[in-house]
């Protein structure tokens, strides 16, 4: 019952992870009891006879609930279409928008403009329709300063950690407010451009490796490091 | 007539005019990630040829009617510079040849790919030849199966290729140009090389059956061959990745 | 509309870029008159009469030279020719399409024809083998492979490493009129060495060599074609903005200032006898 591969180790699609009673976690084909890789990954080999593979590459796919930074790319009659760093677009109607905008005011782009960024919530998504989204809740709307980072949504939830702990040491440590997508779009807002600067430093860093054990303590790390190089 | 009359192919004992022996694969350098923009890139040299892949996908399908409801539409194009070939400039116009040599190559990638995970979606495919010497279509796929990996699209294997010609009577792997142009038959072959199952295979010339057997089993023999090199190349452009990563931190 | 995905540059982006063009940042560090390095690499294609690649950022250009034998144009019956052809090809970009060549090709390849053609580069004259029926018929084919931005810039400097590294064959022509093709092969008739640079406009601000992001937050562009002696041998405005007089006199110098170091490059390419890679 062996594994045939080790943490750290890249894998093909295709090439063969475990056999046996281990069990393999990730994007896997199973034939049997062996079991194969299905995208391209990292595996991270777990003491009990777990197999993580952690895909290197993944588009992000809209899930009803999601909090996400959209761009505005175009306005309709009663709706914007909205990029989500997926391979579909979203729609956010008139409807979705608070206060609701009066009918003879009706001209959109006064609201959301092209190129406008919003931070909203994935009100419905399945394969078969566009994802819907809502700007109606407290803290969603557009987002009018702030600076744009952008990393791979398979990792952005390191910048929330558990609980929110991340999000929140980063906060408080750098002084700035974050907005963290699920589509891998971070806003960070702070008082300077340098403090802003250094968050995004922090932010990108965390989300750089496939893997991370402990999200809080490399938070921790980063902002030592980042410190150091900006007071140099 | 044979189409073989006049050019001498073979020397007297057997090897081939680059000195390869019938079942020797060309040297074969693969590169993963080549590109920025695209999601996923290989660019391969087998032998002169050089031959640059971008995949670009899953993505919202333009134009959107094209989009399939329950898996994603593979698109390829697979496109000669105009000067990379040996003969006079190529027209930059698509021609018939690379109407079809892009039909089979979507058709020999398609078996290995995981279509129904993304539904709606596109996922396309731009090959483009810098240099031809024989074979440019099986050394396309195998490029493009390792940009497709590259791009992060499930599939259940990759998929590598190569051809077979008979020369002076002879099965040989591999052809390069020369051997194309005054040989007596091809046989491009592409395999998924776990599964050991063709996606690609076409044939111009006359083969008996026992030839079509015996050149499945050197086409099998050749690809799990370039299989190893697909596999090194993915590995270690990321094996790097991984290691600057952990490096720099200390 | 798909392409607007990639095109449209975040509102609080766009600021940020505009912001610190004012101040004289850019997106990439660079300082408002700093060319990005260039790589220049020439025989990467072996079936092509020359060839090179330049790396500009992550921009890369392929060019590939061919020439054959064939008639000349009616009007200029004395002379080679010279095809330039250029095709954004859309695996160098999400934002290119597939499909015969639209207004973006056609201008690219008529900016480098035209900096090329007036500098001279070739000498035509030098390229008819028999006047008015033979002459070197000479393609040069532009194909972008990666796209950050200032294709003209990197296509002219590709295009011009392609022509000096070409060989072509020796020919002569017997009093008949037959022509013999000989083994022996010679460089193209090179009479100048044209440059050419690109100048964006960001608000009041000017850089040069655009990276992807500016060209898209820019307001227009202007390309100066330069030949040896600091002559102008081609202008492109581009792009929906407007400069002023002054405008344009600035970035003519800016232009000029780093033409230089741009050409050194070529001009190694010619002193070493250019070579052609295997």
Sequence with gaps: ?232 | MTAGAGVKLLTEDGRRLDGRALNELRRCRIEAGVLKNADGSAYIELGRNKIIVAVYGPREVHPRHEALPDRMLLRCRYSMLPFSVAEERKSPAPTRREVEISKVIREALEPAIFLEEFPRTSVDVYIEVIEADGSTRVASITAAAVALADAGIPMRDLVAGVSIGKIEGKLAVDLSGIEDQHGEGDMPIAMMPRLGEVTLMQADGRFTREEVAQALRMAREAILKLYEEQKRALKERYSKVLAAELGEEQ | MSERVYTVVPAPRREAIRSMAKRGERVDGRKPEEFREVKLEVGVAGNADGSARVTLGHTKVIVGVKASLGQPFPDAPNAGVQIVHAELIPLASPIFEPGPPDENDVELARIIDRGLRSAPALKLEDLAVVPGKQVWRVFIDIYPIDHDGNFIDASGLAAMGALLSAKIPKVTAAPDGTIVKAEEKVPLPIADIPVFVTIAKIGDVLVVDPCYEEELVMDARITFALTRDNHVCAIQKGGRGSFTPEEIERALEMALNVAPRLRSALENLRQAGAPQSA
């Design chain 1, 1 to 232: 019952m062996p594994v045939y591969v080790s943490s750290g180790q890249v894998v093909v699609p295709g090439e063969l992870v475990a056999e046996g009673s281990y069990e393999v976690h990730g994007p896997f084909v199973a034939s049997g009891k062996r079991y194969y890789a299905k995208v391209l990954s990292v595996a991270v080999v777990e003491k009990t006879k777990q197999v993580r593979l952690i895909p290197l590459k993944r588009v992000y796919i809209p899930s009803e609930g999601d909090l996400v930074v959209g761009k505005v790319i175009d306005v309709g009659p009663t709706f914007w279409l909205v990029d989500i760093n997926s391979p579909y677009t979203a729609l956010l109607l008139v409807s979705e928008v608070f206060p609701k905008p009066a009918p003879q005011q009706r001209e959109l782009s006064e609201i959301f403009r092209v190129g406008d960024l919003l931070a909203a919530k994935v009100l419905s998504f399945d394969f078969a329709h566009d994802p819907l989204l809502t700007v109606k809740e407290p803290k969603l709307g557009k987002v009018a300063r702030g600076l744009l980072v952008e990393v791979a949504p398979a990792r952005v939830s390191r910048v929330i950690g558990k609980r929110g702990q991340v999000a929140d040491y980063l906060s408080e440590t750098l002084g700035v407010e974050l907005i963290v997508g699920r589509n891998g779009r971070v806003i960070v807002i702070g008082k300077s451009p340098d403090n802003e600067a250094l968050a995004a430093y922090v932010v990108t860093r965390l989300c750089e490796k496939p893997y991370v054990e402990d999200p809080l303590e490399e938070a921790k790390k980063l902002v030592e490091v980042a410190k150091r190089r900006w007071s140099a």
